[in-house]
């Protein structure tokens, strides 16, 4: 594909989720939870916030042989969807283009909502909660995962993900570059919610108060330098900054960050919450 600087399709392809998908540890935080809630009972299943499709092969392989089974992935990115039908040929999976914001027009009566590494993207969450609330029949299940909630930073570890950042800003200034201090939409966009705040979202919404565990995992400087080249996270580190210039300032910032403190891997906490529709 010719790649093209004003083209948004071409900047969505390469500063993709999908390098990121790869790291091990992504598919441990993924398979938790999907273990947990995808069972041969449970027949219509939406895989809301799908990306180029890496929690739609998990659910799959969960099923194994129970294939009377309905997967449907579902993403606003047009180029994600592209991967995920490029990447997977199951009769049992169906993309649709569209947003959490609406998706109980677009699927209902489904026994399970999985919306990983998503949900802190949603700026209204209460509103995305009672959608997939209206998605779900009574007794279906949402499952959602993030690391990026008020209680991911591992203690001690703050004022690494902070350096990181500042480093990266640094970077930009020696390059000629303002970086925006108050992208308001971004920053509401990106509020971390604590655990307590997730589980009262989910109450007020129609479920029972969920099942929260935290996994620890740790980030090798290889994954930390794939996030660091994806779209949205650029956009939510670095608010206001063009996605090339900020993915080669958050590389440089990165190796500033680790010579300056002798870091290698980082540990950091994923929330994991299982709710039922009350
Ligand atoms: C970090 S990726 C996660 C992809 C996949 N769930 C995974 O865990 O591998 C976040 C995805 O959420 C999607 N997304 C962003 N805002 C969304 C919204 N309002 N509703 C549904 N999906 C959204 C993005 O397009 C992106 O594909």
Redesign the pocket.
């Known amino acids: 594909m010719p790649v093209h600087s004003d083209c948004s399709d071409c900047e969505e392809e390469r500063f993709s989720?999908e390098a990121?998908?790869r790291h091990p540890f992504?598919t441990d935080v993924?398979r938790w939870i999907v273990e947990r809630v995808i069972c041969p009972g449970r027949r219509k299943i939406v895989?809301?916030?799908?990306?180029?499709?890496?929690?739609?092969k998990l659910i799959l392989e969960r099923l194994g042989d129970a294939r009377n089974a309905t997967v449907i992935g579902?993403?606003?990115?047009a180029s994600?969807l592209q991967k995920a039908r490029d990447a997977i040929h199951s009769k049992v999976v169906e993309f649709i283009q569209?947003?959490?914001?609406w998706?109980s027009r677009l699927v209902s009566s489904a026994d399970a909502v999985?919306?990983?590494?998503?949900i802190h993207?949603?700026?209204d969450k209460a509103q995305?909660i009672g959608e997939i609330r209206k998605t779900l029949k009574q007794d279906g299940v949402f499952a959602f995962?993030t690391t990026f909630f008020n209680g991911a930073y591992v203690e001690g570890t703050a004022a690494f993900w902070r350096r990181w950042v500042v480093r990266a800003v640094q970077v930009l200034r020696e390059r000629g570059f303002e970086v925006q201090h108050s992208a308001h939409a971004h920053a509401v966009a990106r509020q971390f919610l604590t655990a307590a705040e997730y589980s009262n979202l989910c109450v007020q919404a129609g479920f029972s108060p969920p099942t929260i565990d935290l996994v620890r995992i740790e980030m090798t400087p290889e994954s930390m330098r794939d996030i660091g080249r994806?779209s949205?996270?650029i956009e939510g580190a670095l608010p206001g900054v063009p996605l090339e210039e900020g993915a080669a300032a958050l590389e440089k910032g990165l190796d500033r960050a680790m010579d300056e403190t002798g870091v290698r891997t980082v540990p950091r906490n994923w929330l994991e919450c299982v709710a039922t529709a009350a």
């Open positions: 989720f990121f998908t992504f993924n895989d809301l916030g799908c990306g180029p499709g890496a929690v739609t579902i993403d606003p990115s994600a569209g947003s959490a914001e998706v999985v919306f990983l590494n998503a993207l949603v700026p995305v995962n994806f949205l996270f």
